[in-house]
């Protein structure tokens, strides 16, 4: 990875009033990315092994791509600005022809799930990496009230459980 990439990951996808906080980041530093709730569900998915009936947007794209032999590289967060991030897929083609590299413009929520179908590498440009907040603390609070609502969630299916348990042996 060129020295002004940082090598990143997803730490973390939580929904939101409209759509999904992507959390990315390394041991040093984690910023998010807010994506529409289709695009959170679909990295969300990649991340969590969840196999579909029938082939995504995504899912489309890979398959092109395999049927063109193209092979995803690599994917760079290479811009930011006013909470508008930016990104770029590095494509690697190679037939009878030669061997090229390809760059394509892409929005990052896009480019995150292929990587991620892909096994490959997601990275930031140092510069953004810099420059985004650092949202580490934030990330570990929402993870904790999500840990909580999930607490509460099964407790109260505990709760009509035990209620539906009393009602059904109430009648026999």
């Known amino acids: ?5 940082v090598a990143i990951n997803v730490k ?27 695009v959170g569900a679909a990295i969300q998915g990649t991340l969590n092994g969840v196999k579909k009936e029938r082939p995504q947007t995504h899912d489309l794209i890979g398959s092109i ?5 193209v092979t995803l590289d690599h994917v760079v967060i ?14 690697r083609m190679e037939n009878e022809l030669g061997k090229k590299l390809l760059e394509i ?14 096994n490959r590498p997601i990275s930031v440009t140092e510069a953004v990496f810099e420059r985004v907040e650092d ?3 934030d990330l570990e609070q929402a993870l904790k009230q999500q840990a909580n609502l999930d607490d509460s969630f099964e407790e109260d ?9 009393e009602n059904d042996s109430s009648d026999t």
């Open 1 to 5: 990875m060129p020295k002004d990439f």
């Open 12 to 38: 973390a996808v939580i929904p939101t009033a409209n759509g999904s906080a992507v959390f990315l980041g390394n041991e040093d530093k984690t910023f998010v990315i807010y994506v529409d709730h289709h």
């Open 78 to 91: 290479n811009d930011a600005n006013e909470g508008t991030f930016y990104a770029r897929i590095f494509l």
């Open 157 to 165: 299916e505990e709760d009509e459980d035990d209620d539906y348990e």
């Open 105 to 118: 413009d892409a929005r990052p929520s896009d480019s995150i799930v292929l990587a991620l179908q892909a």
């Open 65 to 69: 791509f395999l049927g063109l032999g």
């Open 135 to 137: 949202m580490t603390e």
